[in-house]
């Protein structure tokens, strides 16, 4: 009798564990690079997870990772399904795979991103001011907080590594403002969609932490799947953002906490600017 009932047992283990990593197949992982606090990420996070959820008919959790590299080589390896990523990170991901990524929506905002640069120092009213001066960026791998400005200091021909006394990466778009706030730096380049939500949350002072530049126009961020992820899933996703309504309550949230009016279809054209920045910069092997 004994004998008996330890088959019937193990197979019930056998059909639990398969059952268990059934369930986790079917789990709907996303990420996003962090370009600010962990705590604030989670917080945009959620209310997106939940109706993607109820969009995707499957479970879906918001999996953070510690830099701008990890959610590239996340996506790269599958280890996510879904990632926002920042133009220059899109770049990388895609050198990374081989090509093997596809941006499917962005920020109606994304098509016209821009970066500020920010001061304390009076004396600091243009780009050509900064010569002598301690700088902060964000990332290094940051679009917003590193390329793009680096870039246009190139143009207006600063060599941040050769002109300027010091160059800080700060990590995130926040932390930049608090450097350049509490004086650890003369100025300091950041995305300008955090530097307007900052200044409306009453966090940063404009009166005493100032905009003394703002860049030209670029594209900029945009959830990407990986090229392997099957064309009906990729279909619903881009229809469950473009779906996304500043007219219900829910999209109205999601939307305000992504900083968007609304998302719109992209592809990965729209970012060879990015890319030739990047190589420009010597950024890009």
Do not use: C
Not at 27 to 56: G, H, N, Q
């Amino acid at each position: 009798m004994k004998f008996a009932v330890l088959p019937r047992f193990v197979l019930a283990l056998a059909l639990l564990a398969g059952a268990m990593a059934a369930q986790a197949q079917q789990t709907f992982r996303i990420t996003a690079i962090p370009d600010e606090s962990p705590t604030e990420l989670a917080r945009k996070s959620a209310p997106l997870a939940a109706y993607l959820e109820r969009k995707l008919g499957v479970k879906v959790e918001f999996t953070p990772v510690t830099d701008y590299a990890a959610a590239v080589e996340a996506l790269a390896n599958k280890q996510v399904d879904l990632a926002w990523l920042g133009g220059f990170t899109f770049v990388q991901a895609s050198h990374r795979s081989g090509g093997k990524v596809v941006p499917l929506v962005q920020r109606e905002e994304d098509e016209k991103f821009r970066s500020v640069f920010i001061t304390t120092n009076p004396d600091i009213r243009s780009l050509a001011d900064l010569k002598g001066r301690n700088l902060s960026f964000g990332s290094q791998s940051s679009t917003s907080g590193h390329l793009m400005p680096r870039s246009f200091l190139l143009a207006a021909g600063i060599d941040p590594d050769r002109d300027l006394k010091r160059v800080a990466y700060s990590g995130a778009h926040d932390a930049t403002v608090a450097a350049v706030a509490s004086g650890k730096v003369d100025a300091g380049a950041l995305n300008i969609s955090v530097w307007d939500k900052l200044v409306a949350d009453k966090k940063v002072d404009p009166a005493k932490v100032r905009v003394f530049y703002t860049t030209p126009a670029y594209y900029d961020y945009n959830w990407t799947v990986h090229a392997d992820m099957p064309a009906a899933r990729r279909e619903q996703l881009v229809r469950a953002f473009i779906e996304l309504s500043p007219a219900t309550p829910e999209g109205k949230d999601i939307l305000a906490l992504q900083r968007a009016t609304r998302f719109v279809p992209t592809r990965a054209e729209n970012y060879k600017g990015i890319e030739a920045a990047a190589r420009n910069a010597g950024l890009l092997n």
